[in-house]
């Protein structure tokens, strides 16, 4: 079964200081496909980044960047120089390719982090 | 575009009543899914379809029914709604083939059942 560990629950920061949220997965599938979603106050998901288990290169992507490690099973994000309009929560989520697994495209969630930007 | 269209948005049930909440994409997505998003539990998978005709359980099934009878839409019914059935809904859509793309979600439905 696939599982996903968001081990911080709230996180709050002051803004321009730089924050990490960690994401930590666990599938017995070798094809597998990991997620960072943002749901800002007003509720909507918004997706920031997918990444498939055979490409380990770390992305930037402006003040977001994204640390794969294959070798710890953890999918980290984190904001350099954050804003209050970063306050909201994100997850990470995890998908099985079902190559070896047998699941069928299940997309498992993380419980998310509440990141609080202060001014 | 509209993308992902959950109706209705907001809905309150006396427990035992029943009710269907209607996902809509219009993206061809062969993939959908209904999640539920409670306080400090994030969203956890209720059921989904990897194409027209086909449902699964997911992590939290029961009390929940679905179908997919057109690939366009993935209904949620409740048959008797409890309290604890009080959350709020999201249904969303990715497409299919080889690799998992990411997945795109409604705006949520708000669910109390009193």
């Known amino acids: 079964a696939q599982k996903v560990t968001q081990a911080q629950t709230e996180i709050s920061v002051v803004e321009k200081e730089d924050v990490t949220l960690d994401c930590v997965y666990e599938t017995r599938d070798t094809t597998y496909y990991l997620f960072w979603y943002k749901q800002p106050p007003s509720g909507e998901l918004v997706f920031l980044i997918r990444r498939n288990s055979f490409d380990e290169q770390n992305e930037i992507s402006g003040r977001y960047s994204w640390n794969f490690q294959k070798s710890t099973s953890s999918f980290n994000f984190t904001i350099t120089a954050s804003q209050v309009v970063d306050s909201a929560v994100y997850f990470c989520?995890?998908?099985?390719?079902?190559?070896?697994?047998?699941?069928?495209?299940?997309?498992?969630f993380g419980s998310g982090t509440q990141l609080t930007v202060l001014p | 575009n509209a993308g992902v269209t959950q109706t209705p948005k907001f809905r309150v049930l006396k427990t035992g009543q029943s009710m269907t909440l209607l996902c809509a994409q219009d993206?061809?997505?062969?993939?959908m899914y209904w999640y539920r998003q409670d306080p400090g539990m994030g969203l956890r998978l209720i059921h989904y379809s990897v194409g027209e005709g086909t449902t699964a359980k997911g992590e939290v099934p029961d009390g929940y029914n679905v179908s997919r009878l057109k690939k366009q839409n993935f209904l949620l019914g409740l048959e008797s709604a409890a309290p604890s059935q009080t959350s709020v809904y999201f249904c969303?859509?990715?497409?299919?083939?080889?690799?998992?793309?990411?997945?795109?979600f409604g705006q949520g439905t708000r669910l109390t059942v009193v």
């Open positions: 969303a859509s990715s497409s299919g083939g080889a690799s998992v793309r990411e997945a795109f």
């Open positions: 993206m061809n997505h062969e993939y």
């Open positions: 989520a995890l998908s099985e390719a079902g190559v070896s697994s047998g699941s069928a495209r299940q997309l498992t």
